[in-house]
């Protein structure tokens, strides 16, 4: 049985997969990687739980994977990277760093 407890999924889409991050409220992060096929995007959705909030970065891979996300009744929120500019401003930058920063920059997830 999934879990009913709310959590925050940021992901952080690339050409061939993406990164995802889960957080709960007891700060436990899960950390998994989808490759951007039909296949992964279906892993991904059986990933996800119902009460999951995700977020993501708009880009090219982005509006297919919210879009699926959507159809499964999952709150999605796709963000402006123009509205994120701390991780830009930050001097070392990763993939990681970038879905945890997203996560802490929207009041949406606290």
């Known amino acids: 049985m999934k879990s009913q407890?709310?959590?925050y999924v940021g992901i952080d889409c690339r050409k061939k997969n993406f990164e995802v991050i889960r957080i709960g409220d007891n700060s436990l992060h899960q950390?998994?990687?989808f490759s951007t096929t039909g296949n992964g995007i279906s892993n991904l959705l059986n990933w996800l739980n119902p009460n999951d909030v995700v977020g993501l970065e708009a880009g090219s891979q982005s509006f297919r994977i919210a879009k699926s996300i959507l159809n499964k009744g999952i709150q999605v929120i796709v963000l402006n990277p123009g509205d994120l500019a701390t991780i830009y401003q930050s001097l070392k930058k990763t993939d990681k760093e970038d879905r945890l920063r997203s996560r802490d920059s929207y009041n949406v997830f606290q």
């Open 31 to 33: 950390r998994q990687q």
């Open 5 to 7: 407890e709310i959590k």
